[in-house]
């Protein structure tokens, strides 16, 4: 089993609608979860963290279901600008006295006029 | 003024040369990473470091070296490039001691990343 799964999509969505991405992970010592935001041929950056008990930014919501090992991200009223790859990203304890990362390989998103 | 560079940006080489991709830093971060992205495999760890003096392989070490010359700079060499080594490079940073946010968790390990080095090995 991959230790970050995702749906590789990609999800084509119109403007205004609400979409929902999942993410498993394997590694149940996994303590930080994220999701980080990739445009096309740019580096990723951190959309947002994901806290035990949900959290929510604006039109985005992140839900932590640590019981299922499984995380999701929610995107309401969608944008044209949402349009990027999604990446789900687990940290965990690596043996060494300290933490990495492990990347889901993304969900594209399109959101369509 | 960017907080993460890569240089160069785009480099085409030939099998068998010595390569060096340099990052550097203004962030102020202890810790430094390098990843290559290839398309549909997402990101995978080659190196990273959390001091000046401390270095760890990542999950795909092989054919590469690193080289942590101060705090801010974390250099990735590729002793004799392979075609199998053509992909996307990003240096990222993270900090050790991220200040509490204010639902009290600690957001530790997010990571800052460079703008990435597109690499072809021909």
């Known amino acids: 089993r991959k230790e970050v799964e995702q749906d590789p999509g990609p999800f084509n969505v119109p403007e205004g609608a609400t979409v929902a991405f999942n993410c498993t992970y394997s590694?149940?010592?996994?303590?930080?979860f994220f999701w980080y935001r990739q445009d096309c041929r740019k580096e990723p950056k951190l959309l947002m963290s994901?806290?035990?008990s949900g959290n929510e930014d604006g039109r985005f919501t992140a839900q932590l279901n640590r019981a299922s090992q499984y995380i999701s991200l929610l995107i309401r009223d969608s944008k044209l600008s949402d349009s990027a790859t999604y990446l789900c990203?687990?940290?965990?304890?690596?043996?060494?006295?300290?933490?990495?990362?492990?990347f889901g390989k993304g969900t594209k998103l399109s959101v369509i006029p | 003024d960017a907080d993460v560079t890569q240089t160069p940006r785009n480099r085409i080489t030939k099998t068998g040369k010595r390569i060096m991709l340099e990052c550097s830093q203004t962030?102020?971060?202890?810790?430094m990473y390098w990843y290559r992205q290839d398309p549909g495999l997402g990101l995978q760890l080659i190196y990273y470091?959390?001091?000046?003096?401390?270095?760890n392989k990542g999950e795909i070490s092989d054919g590469y070296s690193v080289s942590r010359q101060a705090q801010a700079k974390f250099s990735l060499s590729l002793e004799s490039a392979i075609p199998n080594q053509t992909a996307l490079y990003f240096c990222?940073?993270?900090?050790?001691?991220?200040?509490?946010?204010?639902?009290?968790?600690?957001?530790?390990?997010?990571?800052?990343f460079g703008p990435g080095t597109r690499l072809t090995v021909l």
């Open positions: 962030k102020g971060h202890d810790r």
């Open positions: 990203v687990v940290d965990a304890y690596s043996g060494a006295g300290s933490y990495q990362l492990t």
């Open positions: 590694n149940s010592a996994s303590q930080s």
């Open positions: 990222a940073t993270s900090d050790s001691r991220p200040p509490l946010v204010e639902t009290g968790f600690r957001n530790t390990d997010t990571q800052y």
């Open positions: 994901v806290y035990s």
């Open positions: 470091s959390f001091d000046v003096k401390d270095i």
